[in-house]
């Protein structure tokens, strides 16, 4: 494993910073936790499989406002420009025509009740803290360390890939229906990292900025590392260790 606190301390060209970002999400992308691993080899309950999709509604509604906050702090019309496609595919045209909408469809797919869903009441703690602390990181923050944090999505299409075929393998309740949500999203993650990937390229530019997009992208990885710990702990062995007041999957399902 690397430590990637100072990688940067000699300065890095374009290529060298993007091969290290790269790294980045090869040692400590979510798709490397124990959690993906059980869902894709079918070891995942349905509870597990609700409680992941409940709490994973908590970071989708989150990625909207947060990516108003960068829009708001961001000078140039043209960045601007390309960055509110971000809030138009999660909001759609109306709110509830876009990827939160369809989040929603996932979770009431897998039996959850929609109205529950949506009031977040049932979030784990460290869910809340973890989507909390993704806003505040985006508005607290340079712009460059913002951007720099969505750069997980270079690697979502990898995780996106090993999960989709796993569940329609591995769970009989699981439909392409269920999952549609994640037909659209290669193609737009794939878009959005071009241009936050080319961003950073461009803007970080002295071996301290190098740094801080490196280290937005190690926080960004720890946001959703700590996602599926959480609920690991809290469902893994049998449910013995849920929150009081989070989601059981008997009560709701
Ligand atoms: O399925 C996934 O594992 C996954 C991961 C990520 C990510 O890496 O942050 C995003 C998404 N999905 C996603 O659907 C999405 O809309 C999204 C937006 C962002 C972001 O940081 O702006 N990440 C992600």
Redesign the pocket.
Known sequence: MSDFHDAARNGLSAGELEAVLRAVGAER???RHPYHHRMTSGDLSKGELQAWALN?YC??AV?PR??ATILARAADPAFRAEWRK?IE??DGDDGWSG?IAR?LHLATSLGLDAEAVKSERLALPATRFAVGA?LSFCAERSLLEAVA?????L??PV??NE?VPAMLAKYDYVTADTLS??TR?PE??AR?SDFALAYVRKHADTPERQQQVIDALVF?CD??WAMLDALQHAYGEAGAAIPPGAFRPESVS
């Open positions: 992308y979510h798709n994973r970071y989708q990625i947060k990516d971000r595919d999660h990827g989040w993704y944090s969505s750069l997980t999505e690697f979502s995780i996106i999960r949500y994640f999203r737009q993650a959005d960004k946001i959703l």
